[in-house]
C-alpha cells in the first residue's frame, strides 16, 4: 500500500523538479524515490491487511512481486542516463510518468476489486503509450506507439466487457465476493452463461496486456520500434503485473471453475511456445528476437497459472524475477553496443552488431553470455530453477503433453539464444572497443550476479515464501 | 401515478438489453478489425466501452445495486484521458506522413 502512496506523490515531485536548471538532479532523485517505495514496499512484511475500503489487498506474495517490479524499475531507470540528450527535451516528464506506471503495476499485483485492477491496468498502459512514442520524429517509434494505442485499448474494451458480465452474473466487483458465488454456483449446479462469458472474455484481455499468443501480433513491432529503455519497461514490468493480476484473479476467485478454464488456458500456452520459439529462430534482429523470446517466457509463465498448486505463487515470483534480471541486462548490453552504429539514423539493433564484443569489450560479452544462458534456461542460472518450478507446477495437474511441448521448445530456444553468443565470441570485431561509465557497468553487473547467484543458490528467494 | 426508475426500466427485459449491448460491442470489434482510419477505429473502440457502459448500467439498476454505475464513472474518465493520450498519437502520426491510414505504418515487418 506504501509504495502506491510514495510513487503517487515523488511523481508530482518530479514534474516540479523539472523547472530546476540543471537536469542533472532528476536521474539520482528519480532513483532515490525509487529505493524509497521499495523500502516503504518492504514495511508491510508479515503485516497482511485490505486497504483503501477493502480495494487493494497487501500480503506477503504481493509485497515479493511489488518488490521484483521496483527492483527491476531501479535497474532500467538506472540505465537510462538521465535523457539529457536533445531527443529528450523534457526528462522531467519521462521520469513522472514511470513512476506513475509503477504506482498502476503495483495496483495490479494487489487488486481486491476488479475497479482496482481496471484502474491499474490503465495507468500502466497509458504511461506506457506515451513513452512508447517518445521519440516524437521517428517514424517507427510513431507507428509502435499507435500500434500499441489501439491494440492496447481494444484489449481494455475486451477486458471491460468481460468485468461487465462477472458483474451480471455475481452483482459485485469484490474478488472475494465472486468467489462465493462461483462457489454457490459449483455446488449448485446452477451455472450462469454470464459468468462463462466474462471469465473468458476477463482473460482474453489480460492476456493480451501479456502479450501471449495468439494475442502477441502487436508484440515484435511494438518493441522493435519503442526506445530500447521502454521496451525494457515493457518486457518486464508489464510482463510481471500482467501475470501477477491473471494469477490473482483466476487463483482468488475461479479456481472452483478450473475445469472450465484450463483448456483454454492451456492452448494459449502451447500456442505461445511453439508461434514465439519457432518464428524467433528465423529473426535476423536482436531486439526482435528478444520480442519473441517474452511471448515465449509468457508461455512459460502461463504453465504456473494452469499448474495452480500450493507453490505456483512463488514460481511466478521466481520466474518474473529470473526473466526480468535476465532481459535487463540483455537490453542492456544492445543499448550499450547499438549506439556506436546508426542504420538509417536509428540505432543498428541487428544481432550481427555484437560481432566480435569479446574482443571490443569482454565484460560486456560475458554480461550477454549469461543473460542468455539465463533466458535459456541453462542449469547455474536462474532462467534454469525458473523453468524448473514451473514445469514442475504444470506436473502437479498432470500435464504430461504440455511438459513435453514445453521441453521440446526449450531446446529450440537454446538454438536461438545461442546465436548472440556465438557473434560475440567467434565472429571477428568490426568496430572500436566500447567504454562504458563505471555505473552502468555497475548495474549490468548486479543483474548478472543476481541471475547467477538465484541460480546457485534458489532457495534463498523461495525461503522467503 | 409516479414510479420509480428501476420499475420502469425493468418492463423491458434484461435479455434485451444485454443483447443491445453485445451488438453495439460487435459493431465496435468488427470497425477496429476491418476499418483502416485511426480516427474511425478510435471512434469503434469509443463505441466498444459505451456498449460495456450499457451493460453495466442495465445490471446495476434492475439489481438497485449502485456499484456498477461507479464502475460506470470510471470508465467515462479513464476513457477520456485514453483520448487524450490516443489523438496526440494521431496527430504525432499525421504531422509527420500526412496521413492517419493505419495501411500507410508498414515500416515494422520482418
Redesign the interface.
Given at each position: 500500500m506504501y509504495p502506491i502512496l510514495v510513487l503517487s506523490i515523488t511523481g508530482i515531485i518530479t514534474l516540479f523538479l523539472g523547472f530546476l536548471k540543471s537536469k542533472k538532479v532528476l536521474l539520482p532523485a528519480t532513483l532515490f524515490f525509487v529505493t524509497l517505495a521499495f523500502f516503504a514496499n518492504l514495511y508491510d512484511w508479515n503485516k497482511p491487511g485490505l486497504y483503501f475500503n477493502n480495494m487493494l489487498q497487501v500480503n506477503n506474495f504481493t509485497i515479493l512481486l511489488s518488490a521484483v517490479i521496483l527492483l527491476s524499475a531501479f535497474l532500467i531507470i538506472a540505465l537510462t542516463k538521465g535523457f539529457i540528450d536533445d531527443e529528450h527535451a523534457q526528462p522531467a516528464e519521462y521520469f513522472a510518468i514511470l513512476q506513475f506506471s509503477l504506482v498502476g503495476a503495483i495496483m495490479m499485483t494487489g487488486f481486491q476489486n476488479?475497479?482496482m485492477l481496471?484502474?491499474g491496468v490503465?495507468i500502466l498502459s497509458?504511461s506506457m503509450?506515451?513513452l512508447t512514442?517518445s521519440d516524437?520524429?521517428n517514424?517507427?517509434g510513431?507507428?509502435?506507439?499507435?500500434?500499441y494505442?489501439?491494440m492496447g485499448?481494444?484489449a481494455?474494451?475486451?477486458m471491460?466487457?468481460g468485468?461487465?458480465?462477472l458483474?451480471?452474473a455475481n452483482?459485485?466487483?469484490n474478488i472475494d465476493a465472486a468467489r462465493t458465488v462461483v462457489t454457490q454456483m459449483v455446488s449448485t449446479q446452477h451455472s450462469s452463461v454470464?459468468l462463462y462469458v466474462g471469465v473468458t472474455f476477463l482473460l482474453i484481455g489480460l492476456l493480451f496486456k501479456v502479450s501471449a499468443a495468439p494475442f502477441h501480433f502487436w508484440t515484435?513491432?511494438v518493441y522493435?520500434?519503442a526506445p530500447t529503455i521502454f521496451t525494457t519497461f515493457m518486457s518486464t514490468i508489464v510482463k510481471t503485473a500482467g501475470f501477477a493480476a491473471i494469477y490473482r484473479i483466476l487463483e482468488v476467485s475461479f479456481s472452483p471453475i478450473y475445469s472450465f478454464w484450463w483448456v483454454m488456458v492451456i492452448i494459449m500456452t502451447v500456442l505461445s511456445l511453439i508461434i514465439s520459439n519457432v518464428t524467433a529462430v528465423s529473426?535476423?534482429?536482436f531486439k526482435?528476437m528478444l520480442a519473441f523470446s517474452s511471448v515465449s517466457h509468457a508461455g512459460y509463465m502461463l504453465m504456473a497459472v494452469v499448474g495452480l498448486s500450493n507453490k505456483s505463487d512463488d514460481s511466478i515470483v521466481f520466474y518474473s524475477l529470473a526473466y526480468s534480471l535476465a532481459t535487463i541486462s540483455a537490453f542492456g548490453v544492445l543499448m550499450a553496443v547499438s549506439k556506436e552504429k546508426l542504420v538509417d539514423g536509428r540505432p543498428d539493433e541487428s544481432i550481427a552488431v555484437l560481432n566480435g564484443l569479446s574482443k571490443r569489450n569482454p565484460f560486456l560479452a560475458f554480461i550477454l553470455a549469461i543473460s542468455m544462458l539465463s533466458l535459456a534456461g541453462i542449469p547455474l542460472t536462474a532462467g534454469f530453477w525458473g523453468k524448473f518450478y514451473v514445469f514442475s507446477d504444470a506436473a502437479f495437474r498432470g500435464h504430461i503433453w504440455l511438459l513435453v511441448v514445453a521441453i521440446l521448445m526449450s531446446a529450440v530456444g537454446i538454438y536461438y539464444y545461442f546465436k548472440p553468443i556465438i557473434a560475440a565470441y567467434m565472429r571477428e570485431s568490426e568496430g572500436e572497443a566500447i567504454s562504458l561509465t563505471p555505473f552502468y557497468k555497475i548495474i549490468l553487473g548486479i543483474t548478472t550476479f543476481g541471475s547467477i547467484l538465484l541460480g546457485l543458490f534458489p532457495d534463498l528467494l523461495r525461503s522467503l515464501m | 401515478m409516479q414510479s420509480k426508475i428501476p420499475d420502469i426500466i425493468q418492463t423491458v427485459p434484461l435479455l434485451n438489453y444485454v443483447l443491445l449491448a453485445s451488438i453495439l460491442f460487435i459493431i465496435g470489434v468488427v470497425g477496429v478489425l476491418i476499418r483502416r482510419n485511426a480516427i474511425i477505429i478510435f471512434m469503434s473502440i469509443e463505441l466498444m466501452l459505451n456498449a460495456v457502459n450499457l451493460l453495466l448500467i442495465a445490471f446495476s439498476s434492475y439489481r438497485a445495486d449502485a456499484s456498477g454505475q461507479v464502475f460506470v464513472f470510471f470508465i467515462m474518465a479513464v476513457a477520456a484521458a485514453e483520448v487524450a493520450v490516443g489523438l496526440a498519437i494521431i496527430v504525432m502520426i499525421y504531422r509527420n506522413i500526412r496521413s492517419i491510414d493505419v495501411g500507410l505504418l508498414d515500416k515494422l515487418k520482418w
Open positions: 476488479l475497479i481496471f484502474i490503465e497509458v503509450y506515451v512514442g516524437k520524429r517514424l517507427r510513431n507507428e509502435a506507439a499507435l500500434k494505442f489501439l485499448s481494444f481494455t474494451g475486451i471491460l466487457f468485468i461487465a458480465m458483474y451480471g452483482y459485485s466487483f454470464y515484435p513491432d522493435e520500434g529473426q535476423g534482429s526482435r | -
